[in-house]
T-cell receptor
Framework: DAGITQSPRYKITETGRQVTLMCHQT?????MFWYRQDLGHGLRLIYY???????DKGEVPDGYVVSRSKTENFPLTLESATRSQTSVYFC???????????FGSGTRLTVV | GQQLNQSPQSMFIQEGEDVSMNCTSS?????WLWYKQDPGEGPVLLIA?????ELTSNGRLTAQFGITRKDSFLNISASIPSDVGIYFC???????????????FGQGTILTVHP
């Protein structure tokens, strides 16, 4: 199916565990983004990528790692999950920012 | 960095009422985008604006690109319960290099519609 898909949709993990959130897009868009959304904070950019093997930090990168070995995939890893990383995570992709981003449906992560 | 200020932060309205919200920037934008986020879903693009003064409609939604290029407005006419959600404005980040593809988002306006 064409589009942008995130997995899992829901995840509960324990403090200190490593967890990876997956993002896959079928359009071969150059740009991909990870955001977190918390009440009262809107969308905050964690990491973004301009192309395969090119990634850069966003507004709130601490505690997260990304990679982009293939254009279509942009996984986000929490190296050692903390309760403050409980949030809803959105992946997005774009070929031209003037046309906007297309967002995935989100992953709701709870760290206990 | 660039900031977009959206207002109001939240609105509680009765079904059938019209809604207005706006977004202002400290710097000039060449593109304004409006997104809607339904509860439990990712934001979806509603309207894109590319020219100062431009007025664009999408059904009951109308958005305008401000003449100063530092603001934009979104109006919803005759609201219905499914208009509930968070509305975000966005514009291109003014950073260069690999940041060229980035958008800056406003904090969102939370809309609640009472039947």
């Amino acid at each position: 199916d064409a589009g942008i898909t995130q997995s899992p949709r829901y995840k509960i993990t324990e403090t200190g565990r490593q967890v990876t959130l997956m993002c896959h897009q079928t359009w071969s868009h150059s740009y991909m983004f990870w955001y977190r959304q918390d009440l009262g904070h809107g969308l905050r950019l964690i990491y973004y990528s301009a192309a395969a093997d090119i990634t850069d930090k966003g507004e709130v990168p601490d505690g997260y790692v990304v990679s982009r070995s293939k254009t279509e995939n942009f996984p986000l890893t929490l190296e050692s999950a903390t309760r403050s990383q409980t949030s809803v995570y959105f992946c997005a992709s774009s070929e031209n920012r003037d046309l906007g981003y297309t967002f995935g449906s989100g992953t709701r992560l709870t760290v206990v | 960095g660039q900031q977009l200020n959206q207002s109001p932060q939240s609105m509680f309205i009765q079904e059938g009422e019209d809604v207005s919200m706006n977004c202002t920037s400290s710097s000039i934008f060449n593109t304004w985008l409006w997104y809607k986020q339904d509860p439990g879903e990712g934001p979806v693009l509603l309207i894109a604006l590319y020219k100062a003064g431009e007025l664009t409609s999408n059904g009951r939604l109308t958005a305008q690109f401000g003449i100063t290029r530092k603001d934009s407005f979104l109006n919803i006419s005759a609201s219905i319960p499914s208009d509930v959600g968070i509305y975000f404005c966005a514009g291109p980040s003014n950073a260069g290099g690999t940041s060229y593809g980035k958008l800056t988002f406003g904090q969102g306006t939370i809309l609640t519609v009472h039947p």
